[in-house]
């Protein structure tokens, strides 16, 4: 991509900081959120409309909450599937199902595009960091004229395969695995506080003894101090990419009984009220399931 000029929509916890990045490494980022945002300071173009963000621009990237954000900027008048040009690519940061993916890229594709999905793996931290771990699908020479704009807002970067739904089954299976972290912890730690046991303690423990793992140890952190809000990652986007692993396995025939728990476990948070805190509020959850704490005592002699 020699022009080094992009149209981007999305411009949420995740979206703003990557854009800013991509300005910062030299690209005229155009930018678009659906809900109008001021935001000086940024290096970013804002434009008013979908059309004014993409006017003359061939490439456009969209970080956006879901299958159903996505769909409702790609079509109908104006939308982006009507705007970019023939030739034009498609770039979807976003977490999506797989069977989504592969029907917009099949759509991309009757109109002469192409779409090159890209999820990443990492928190806004990481975004504002510019540390994301990046997956890559499309076709071959397309992600590789495309490293520059992955250098500018990851560190990291693989390439899944040549079809885009493939980088979004790796992005799911990820975030089940992760979810299955967070069930482990919310549990452990519950338990952990009935016996009256220090739950940062146990983290740094386990951590040390057993795991070594930066995400092990942030998560067990931000349970164990409830540290829930402001959110990373929302309990309701947790739902959210929990049921598109349940409607992917479902389309398989996989049974995943781990999944259900976690489906329960979210829907249980969020109406609780939950569903804005981080998704590591599941300790909430489980810890409120199990009742308060038996004695706060350790049950261990001294």
């Known amino acids: ?79 982006l599937l009507d705007l970019l040009p023939e030739g034009g690519v498609h770039l979807s940061f976003s977490t999506l199902s797989p069977t989504f993916v592969e029907e917009i890229a099949k759509e991309h594709g009757r109109r002469g595009q192409i779409l090159v999905s890209c999820p990443v793996f990492g928190r806004p931290d990481r975004a504002r960091d510019a540390t994301l771990t990046v997956v890559a699908a499309g076709p071959e020479s397309i992600v590789n004229d495309l490293k520059p704009v992955f250098a500018a807002v990851g560190s990291t970067l693989f390439i899944a395969g040549q079809e885009p739904q493939q980088a979004n089954w790796v992005k799911i299976l990820g975030n089940f695995t992760l979810g299955g972290l967070l069930e482990t912890l919310a549990e452990t730690l519950s338990l952990a506080e009935r016996a009256g046991v220090d739950q940062q303690l146990l983290i740094d423990i386990l951590d040390t003894a057993l795991y070594h793992s930066p995400v092990f140890k942030n ?84």
């Open 219 to 302: 998560y067990g952190q931000l349970m164990a101090e409830k540290n829930w809000d402001p959110a990373g990652f929302r309990m309701r986007l947790g739902l959210k990419d929990i049921r598109l692993v349940l409607k992917e396995s479902d389309r398989l025939d996989a049974a995943l009984p781990l999944a259900d728990l976690l489906h329960s476990g979210f829907l249980s948070g969020i109406n609780r009220g939950l569903g804005d805190l981080d998704w590591s509020a599941l300790l909430k959850v489980r810890s409120d399931d199990a009742g308060a704490p038996a004695t706060g005592k350790s049950p261990f002699p001294s």
């Open 1 to 79: 991509m020699t022009e080094r000029q992009i149209a981007w929509i999305g411009l949420g916890n995740m979206g703003l900081p990557m854009a800013t990045n991509l300005a910062n490494s030299g690209w005229k980022v155009s930018a678009f959120n659906r809900t109008p945002r001021h935001l000086p300071g940024t290096g970013l173009r804002i434009a008013a409309t979908l059309a004014e963000a993409t006017k003359g621009q061939r490439l456009f990237a969209t970080m956006l909450s879901d299958d159903q954000a996505v769909g409702s900027v790609l079509k109908g008048p104006s939308g």
